[in-house]
């Protein structure tokens, strides 16, 4: 094994969102295998203290920020302290941090319709990809799942829901479930922090109410989906594209301890689970080692404090975000790059406390109703959907104000 790994070649990686919740959790694993990995490059939206701090401890080669005027912050404060980190800025260079050559690993963790370009890149450019970022298969499913054939990369779910499924598949690949002996998938969610709240409780939550997640850790806008819902809907339109699934074959299940991540139902009754502590840095070792077993610096489960473990079923009236994903999912089309859109923009206008929490649902689901869906044929068509669907959700959300 020492040979092995003395004459392994050290991995280069590019963290895509490097300031994030995953971003941050990548570092931590990468940081205990330094003998492994090496970073490449961080991205970050407009944190330049945040990137700052990141780069002064890895020492990337590079380091991307969206906009100009804050690369060029970070590039006097890294000159400041003799940093050779080279700054650049703008979505062509995040894309291009993806598809360098030097770069054997991307992690894709930007949050929202932001990270597409940059996943597609690492897609064509046949990269492994660790894939965080699930609003890119939401809303160019078929377009990316094609570019990773295409460009020979390998494509590895970060979603603990979706980890947790890649890891309990058999190892024998086939084009269908069916192919494999599995009946359906089953999603494991926490149901979040208001899983018994009444409608009329749930008309009235708070900001600070619902960024308050009762099992994990995760950045504004994901902790805001799991409150609604609407995170499980994207997984499981996640879970379509991934294991090619139908979606009468994918089931939500709410399990609040968040232990079972999810399973894989055979066609002769076994259920295979992946269990875990709620802590991301277990699939994110598992991305970066795969198929080798990397340490993640996560405890060890202990089911006998845990004691027991609940189901039930999701409810689909207190929650319309799950059922409007899955009609959306049904719809095809360019229908679910519809609907992130409006749910980005809804969840804005709450995280901005313009709107209430309930009508983050009726936002996106008169946004669907209003919008024609067409057959998907190109990235450059998502993305003028992906606007005019914003410009819709910003219209409703003015007249809600
Ligand atoms: P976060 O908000 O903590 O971090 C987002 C990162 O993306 C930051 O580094 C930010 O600077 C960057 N970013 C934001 N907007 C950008 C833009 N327009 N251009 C370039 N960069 C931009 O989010 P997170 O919780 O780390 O989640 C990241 C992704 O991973 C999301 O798609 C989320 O759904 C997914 N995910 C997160 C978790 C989790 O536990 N946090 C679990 C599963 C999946
Ligand atoms: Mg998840």
Known sequence: M?????SQKIQY?????????????TLD?????????????????????????????YN?????????????TL??????????????????????????????????????????H???????????????????????????MQAVIDGGAVLLPIDSEHNAIFQAMPQHKSSSLAGMGVKRVLLTASGGPF??????????VTRAQALNHPNWVMGPKITIDSATLMNKGLEVIEAYWLFNARPEQIEVVIHPQSVIHSMVEYIDGSVLAQLGNPDMRTPIAYGLGY??????????????????????????????????????????????????????IAVEAFLAEKIGFMDIPNVIERVLAEAKVEHVESIEQLVAVDKMARQSAGLRIQALC
Do not use: W
């Open 2 to 6: 020492s040979d092995k790994l003395s």
């Open 13 to 25: 990686v590019t963290i895509l969102g490097a300031t994030g919740t995953i971003g941050m959790q």
């Open 29 to 57: 694993v990468i940081s205990q295998h330094a003998e492994r990995f090496a970073v490449f490059a961080l991205t970050a939206n407009n944190n330049v203290k945040g990137l700052f701090a990141l780069c002064e401890k």
């Open 60 to 72: 990337p080669n590079y380091a991307v920020m969206l906009h100009e005027s804050s690369a060029v």
């Open 75 to 116: 590039a006097t404060q890294l000159k400041n302290i003799g940093s050779t980190t080279i700054v650049l800025h703008g979505e062509a260079a995040l894309c291009e941090m993806s598809a360098h050559h030097q770069v054997d690993i991307v992690m894709a963790a930007i949050v929202g319709a932001a990270g597409l």
């Open 118 to 144: 940059p996943a597609m890149a690492a897609a064509k450019a046949g990269k492994r990809i660790l894939l965080a970022n699930k609003e890119t298969l939401v809303m160019a499913g078929n377009l990316f």
């Open 195 to 204: 899983r018994n709240s009444s409608i009329d409780e749930l008309k009235t």
């Open 291 to 344: 198929p080798e077993r990397l340490s993640s610096g996560v405890g060890s489960l202990d089911l006998l404090t845990i004691a027991r473990l609940d189901f039930s079923a999701p409810d689909r009236i207190r929650f319309p975000c799950l059922r409007i994903a899955y009609d959306a999912l049904n719809a095809g089309g360019t229908a679910p790059a519809i609907l992130n859109a409006a749910n980005e």
